[in-house]
C-alpha cells in the first residue's frame, strides 16, 4: 500500500560555532532535516572546516536509504594550509514515492592527507552529515510486528500494533499463518478484534500446542486488518534445537590394517543442516589412542546420510574399544556425546564373521543389506525361471497333441 500524500521541505539549518571542533576536520551543521509540506527541490550546502590547517583532499559520497534523492555538486574537496573553509553544494529532490516515517541519507567526508613522505602513517578521519527526512503519514496507518513466546506445553504469537495515523481504528485483528513442515496443514490463526485510537498501541495474541507444530523452524506471518486496509510482516520462529543422530556405525574392525567404515546420520530437524561433521575419540581401557574427524556433509531435512572413510588400525591390538562421538554443524553447534562399542579383531576371526553380522545399530541402505536383497531376488528369479521352463514345456506338449489329433481325425471319428 502506497499512501498518496504531499510532502514538502523545513530545512532546520544552523551553524555551530567552528572553534568548538577538536577534530583535523569539521563539518557544519551536523545535520539537514526536512519534512513534509509541499514537494520541491532543495537546495543546501554544508561547510567542510579545516581546523589544524593541514593539505588534504576530501573525498565526497552519499550513502543510506534516501541516496537516490540527494546530488552532490562536486566529489572531492581540495584543502591548503591556508584554506579555512570550504563549501559543499548539494540539492535533494523529494517525490510522492517517499514512505511515511523517518528516513535517512549520509553524506560522507573522508579526509585524504596530501604528504610525499612514505613513512607517515595516519589515521583517515570520516565524517558525516545527517539527512533526516521525514515523510507525512496518512490518515490511516499502522506499524507491526509479531514476536512469540514460548509458554512451555504452548506457544504464545502476539501482534504488536502502533496506529501512527491521523483517524482511529474501529477494526483492528490479526491472522497468523505458520509455515514449516511440507507435510503439515496448519489453520489459520485469528486473534480478537479490538479498536485502536490515533497515536495509540496495543498487542493481539493467540495460542498454540507445541505438540501440533513439533520442533524445527517456522515462519510466522501475520496479516493485520485495519477497518478496509490490510499489512503483513513475517517472522522467523524456532522451537527447540536442531537434532542430528547416529543412526549407524560399523561393530567389527580388522586390527592392525586400514579398515573402510560407514557411519550414518539422521537430521531430524525441517531444514537442511549444512556442514555436519563428528569428531570422534577412540578409547581402550578408559585410555584414548587416538582421534580424527570425518569430512563434513550437509544433510536436507529428515533425511539420512553416510559417511564413508578409512580407519588406521595399524597401530592397535585386537580387543574392544569405544567410539566417543559428538557430532557438530554449523560451525558453532555440538550435540551430546555417543558412545559405540566395536571390537578389533584378528583376520582369522574377521573372516570367520557372518556378512551381516558388522552392525552396531539398525543401519539403513548399508552395503550388506544390499547384498542380502541381491541373494533374495537372485533365488526369488531363479525359481520363478524354472516355473516358466514348465509352463512352456506343458504347453508344447498340449500343441503336440492337439495337432495329433487333428491330423489323425478321421481315425477317431
Do not use: C
Request: a negative charge; zero cysteines; charged letters at 25%.
Amino acid at each position: 500500500m502506497k499512501p498518496k500524500h504531499r510532502f514538502g521541505i523545513e530545512l532546520l539549518f544552523f551553524l555551530i560555532v567552528l572553534t568548538l571542533s577538536v577534530n583535523a576536520v569539521g563539518i557544519r551543521p551536523a545535520s539537514t532535516e526536512l519534512s513534509y509540506d509541499l514537494t520541491k527541490q532543495y537546495n543546501a550546502t554544508i561547510w567542510v572546516v579545516n581546523n589544524d590547517k593541514i593539505s588534504f583532499n576530501a573525498e565526497i559520497k552519499v550513502e543510506g536509504e534516501m541516496s537516490k534523492y540527494v546530488n552532490l555538486q562536486t566529489a572531492n574537496l581540495l584543502f591548503q594550509p591556508e584554506t579555512e573553509y570550504l563549501p559543499l553544494n548539494f540539492e535533494i529532490n523529494l517525490d510522492e514515492n517517499i514512505p511515511p516515517g523517518t528516513h535517512y541519507a549520509y553524506i560522507t567526508i573522508a579526509q585524504d592527507l596530501l604528504t610525499s613522505e612514505k613513512d607517515v602513517v595516519y589515521s583517515k578521519l570520516i565524517l558525516k552529515h545527517k539527512i533526516v527526512i521525514f515523510g507525512e503519514y496518512p490518515d490511516k496507518y499502522i506499524k507491526t510486528d509479531v514476536d512469540y513466546t514460548d509458554l512451555g506445553d504452548k506457544i504464545k504469537i502476539v501482534s504488536e500494533i502502533e496506529n501512527l495515523g491521523k483517524e482511529p481504528l474501529n477494526q483492528v485483528y490479526t491472522t497468523f499463518n505458520i509455515q514449516g513442515n511440507s507435510n503439515q496443514s496448519l489453520p489459520n490463526l485469528t486473534t480478537s478484534t479490538s479498536a485502536l485510537s490515533s497515536q495509540e498501541n496495543t498487542q493481539l495474541s493467540t495460542e498454540v500446542q507445541k505438540k501440533s507444530l513439533g520442533e524445527g523452524e517456522f515462519i510466522v506471518s501475520a496479516t493485520t486488518y485495519y477497518d478496509d486496509l490490510e499489512v503483513e510482516v513475517s517472522k522467523k520462529m524456532i522451537i527447540g534445537k536442531p537434532e542430528i543422530d547416529i543412526t549407524y556405525f560399523d561393530k567389527y574392525f580388522l586390527s592392525g590394517e586400514i579398515n573402510k567404515y560407514t557411519l550414518e546420520l539422521l537430521n531430524q530437524w525441517n531444514q537442511q543442516i549444512e556442514n555436519v561433521y563428528v569428531d570422534i575419540n577412540l578409547l581402550k581401557d578408559n585410555r584414548s589412542v587416538d582421534q580424527f574427524r570425518t569430512r563434513s556433509v550437509d544433510i536436507s531435512k529428515f533425511s539420512r546420510k553416510q559417511i564413508q572413510d578409512y580407519l588406521d588400525a595399524r597401530e592397535q591390538s585386537p580387543g574392544k574399544y569405544w567410539f566417543e562421538m559428538t557430532v557438530n554443524y554449523w560451525n558453532t553447534y555440538k550435540m551430546d556425546k555417543k558412545t559405540f562399542t566395536s571390537e578389533f579383531l584378528t583376520e582369522s576371526q574377521y573372516k570367520s564373521l557372518k556378512p551381516a553380522s558388522n552392525l552396531a545399530g539398525e543401519a539403513y541402505g548399508n552395503e550388506n543389506s544390499k547384498n542380502s536383497d541381491s541373494v533374495y531376488y537372485s533365488k526369488n528369479n531363479s525359481f520363478t525361471i524354472i516355473i516358466l521352463i514348465i509352463l512352456i514345456i506343458i504347453m508344447f506338449l498340449i500343441g503336440v497333441y492337439i495337432t495329433y489329433r487333428y491330423i489323425h481325425r478321421e481315425e477317431y471319428e
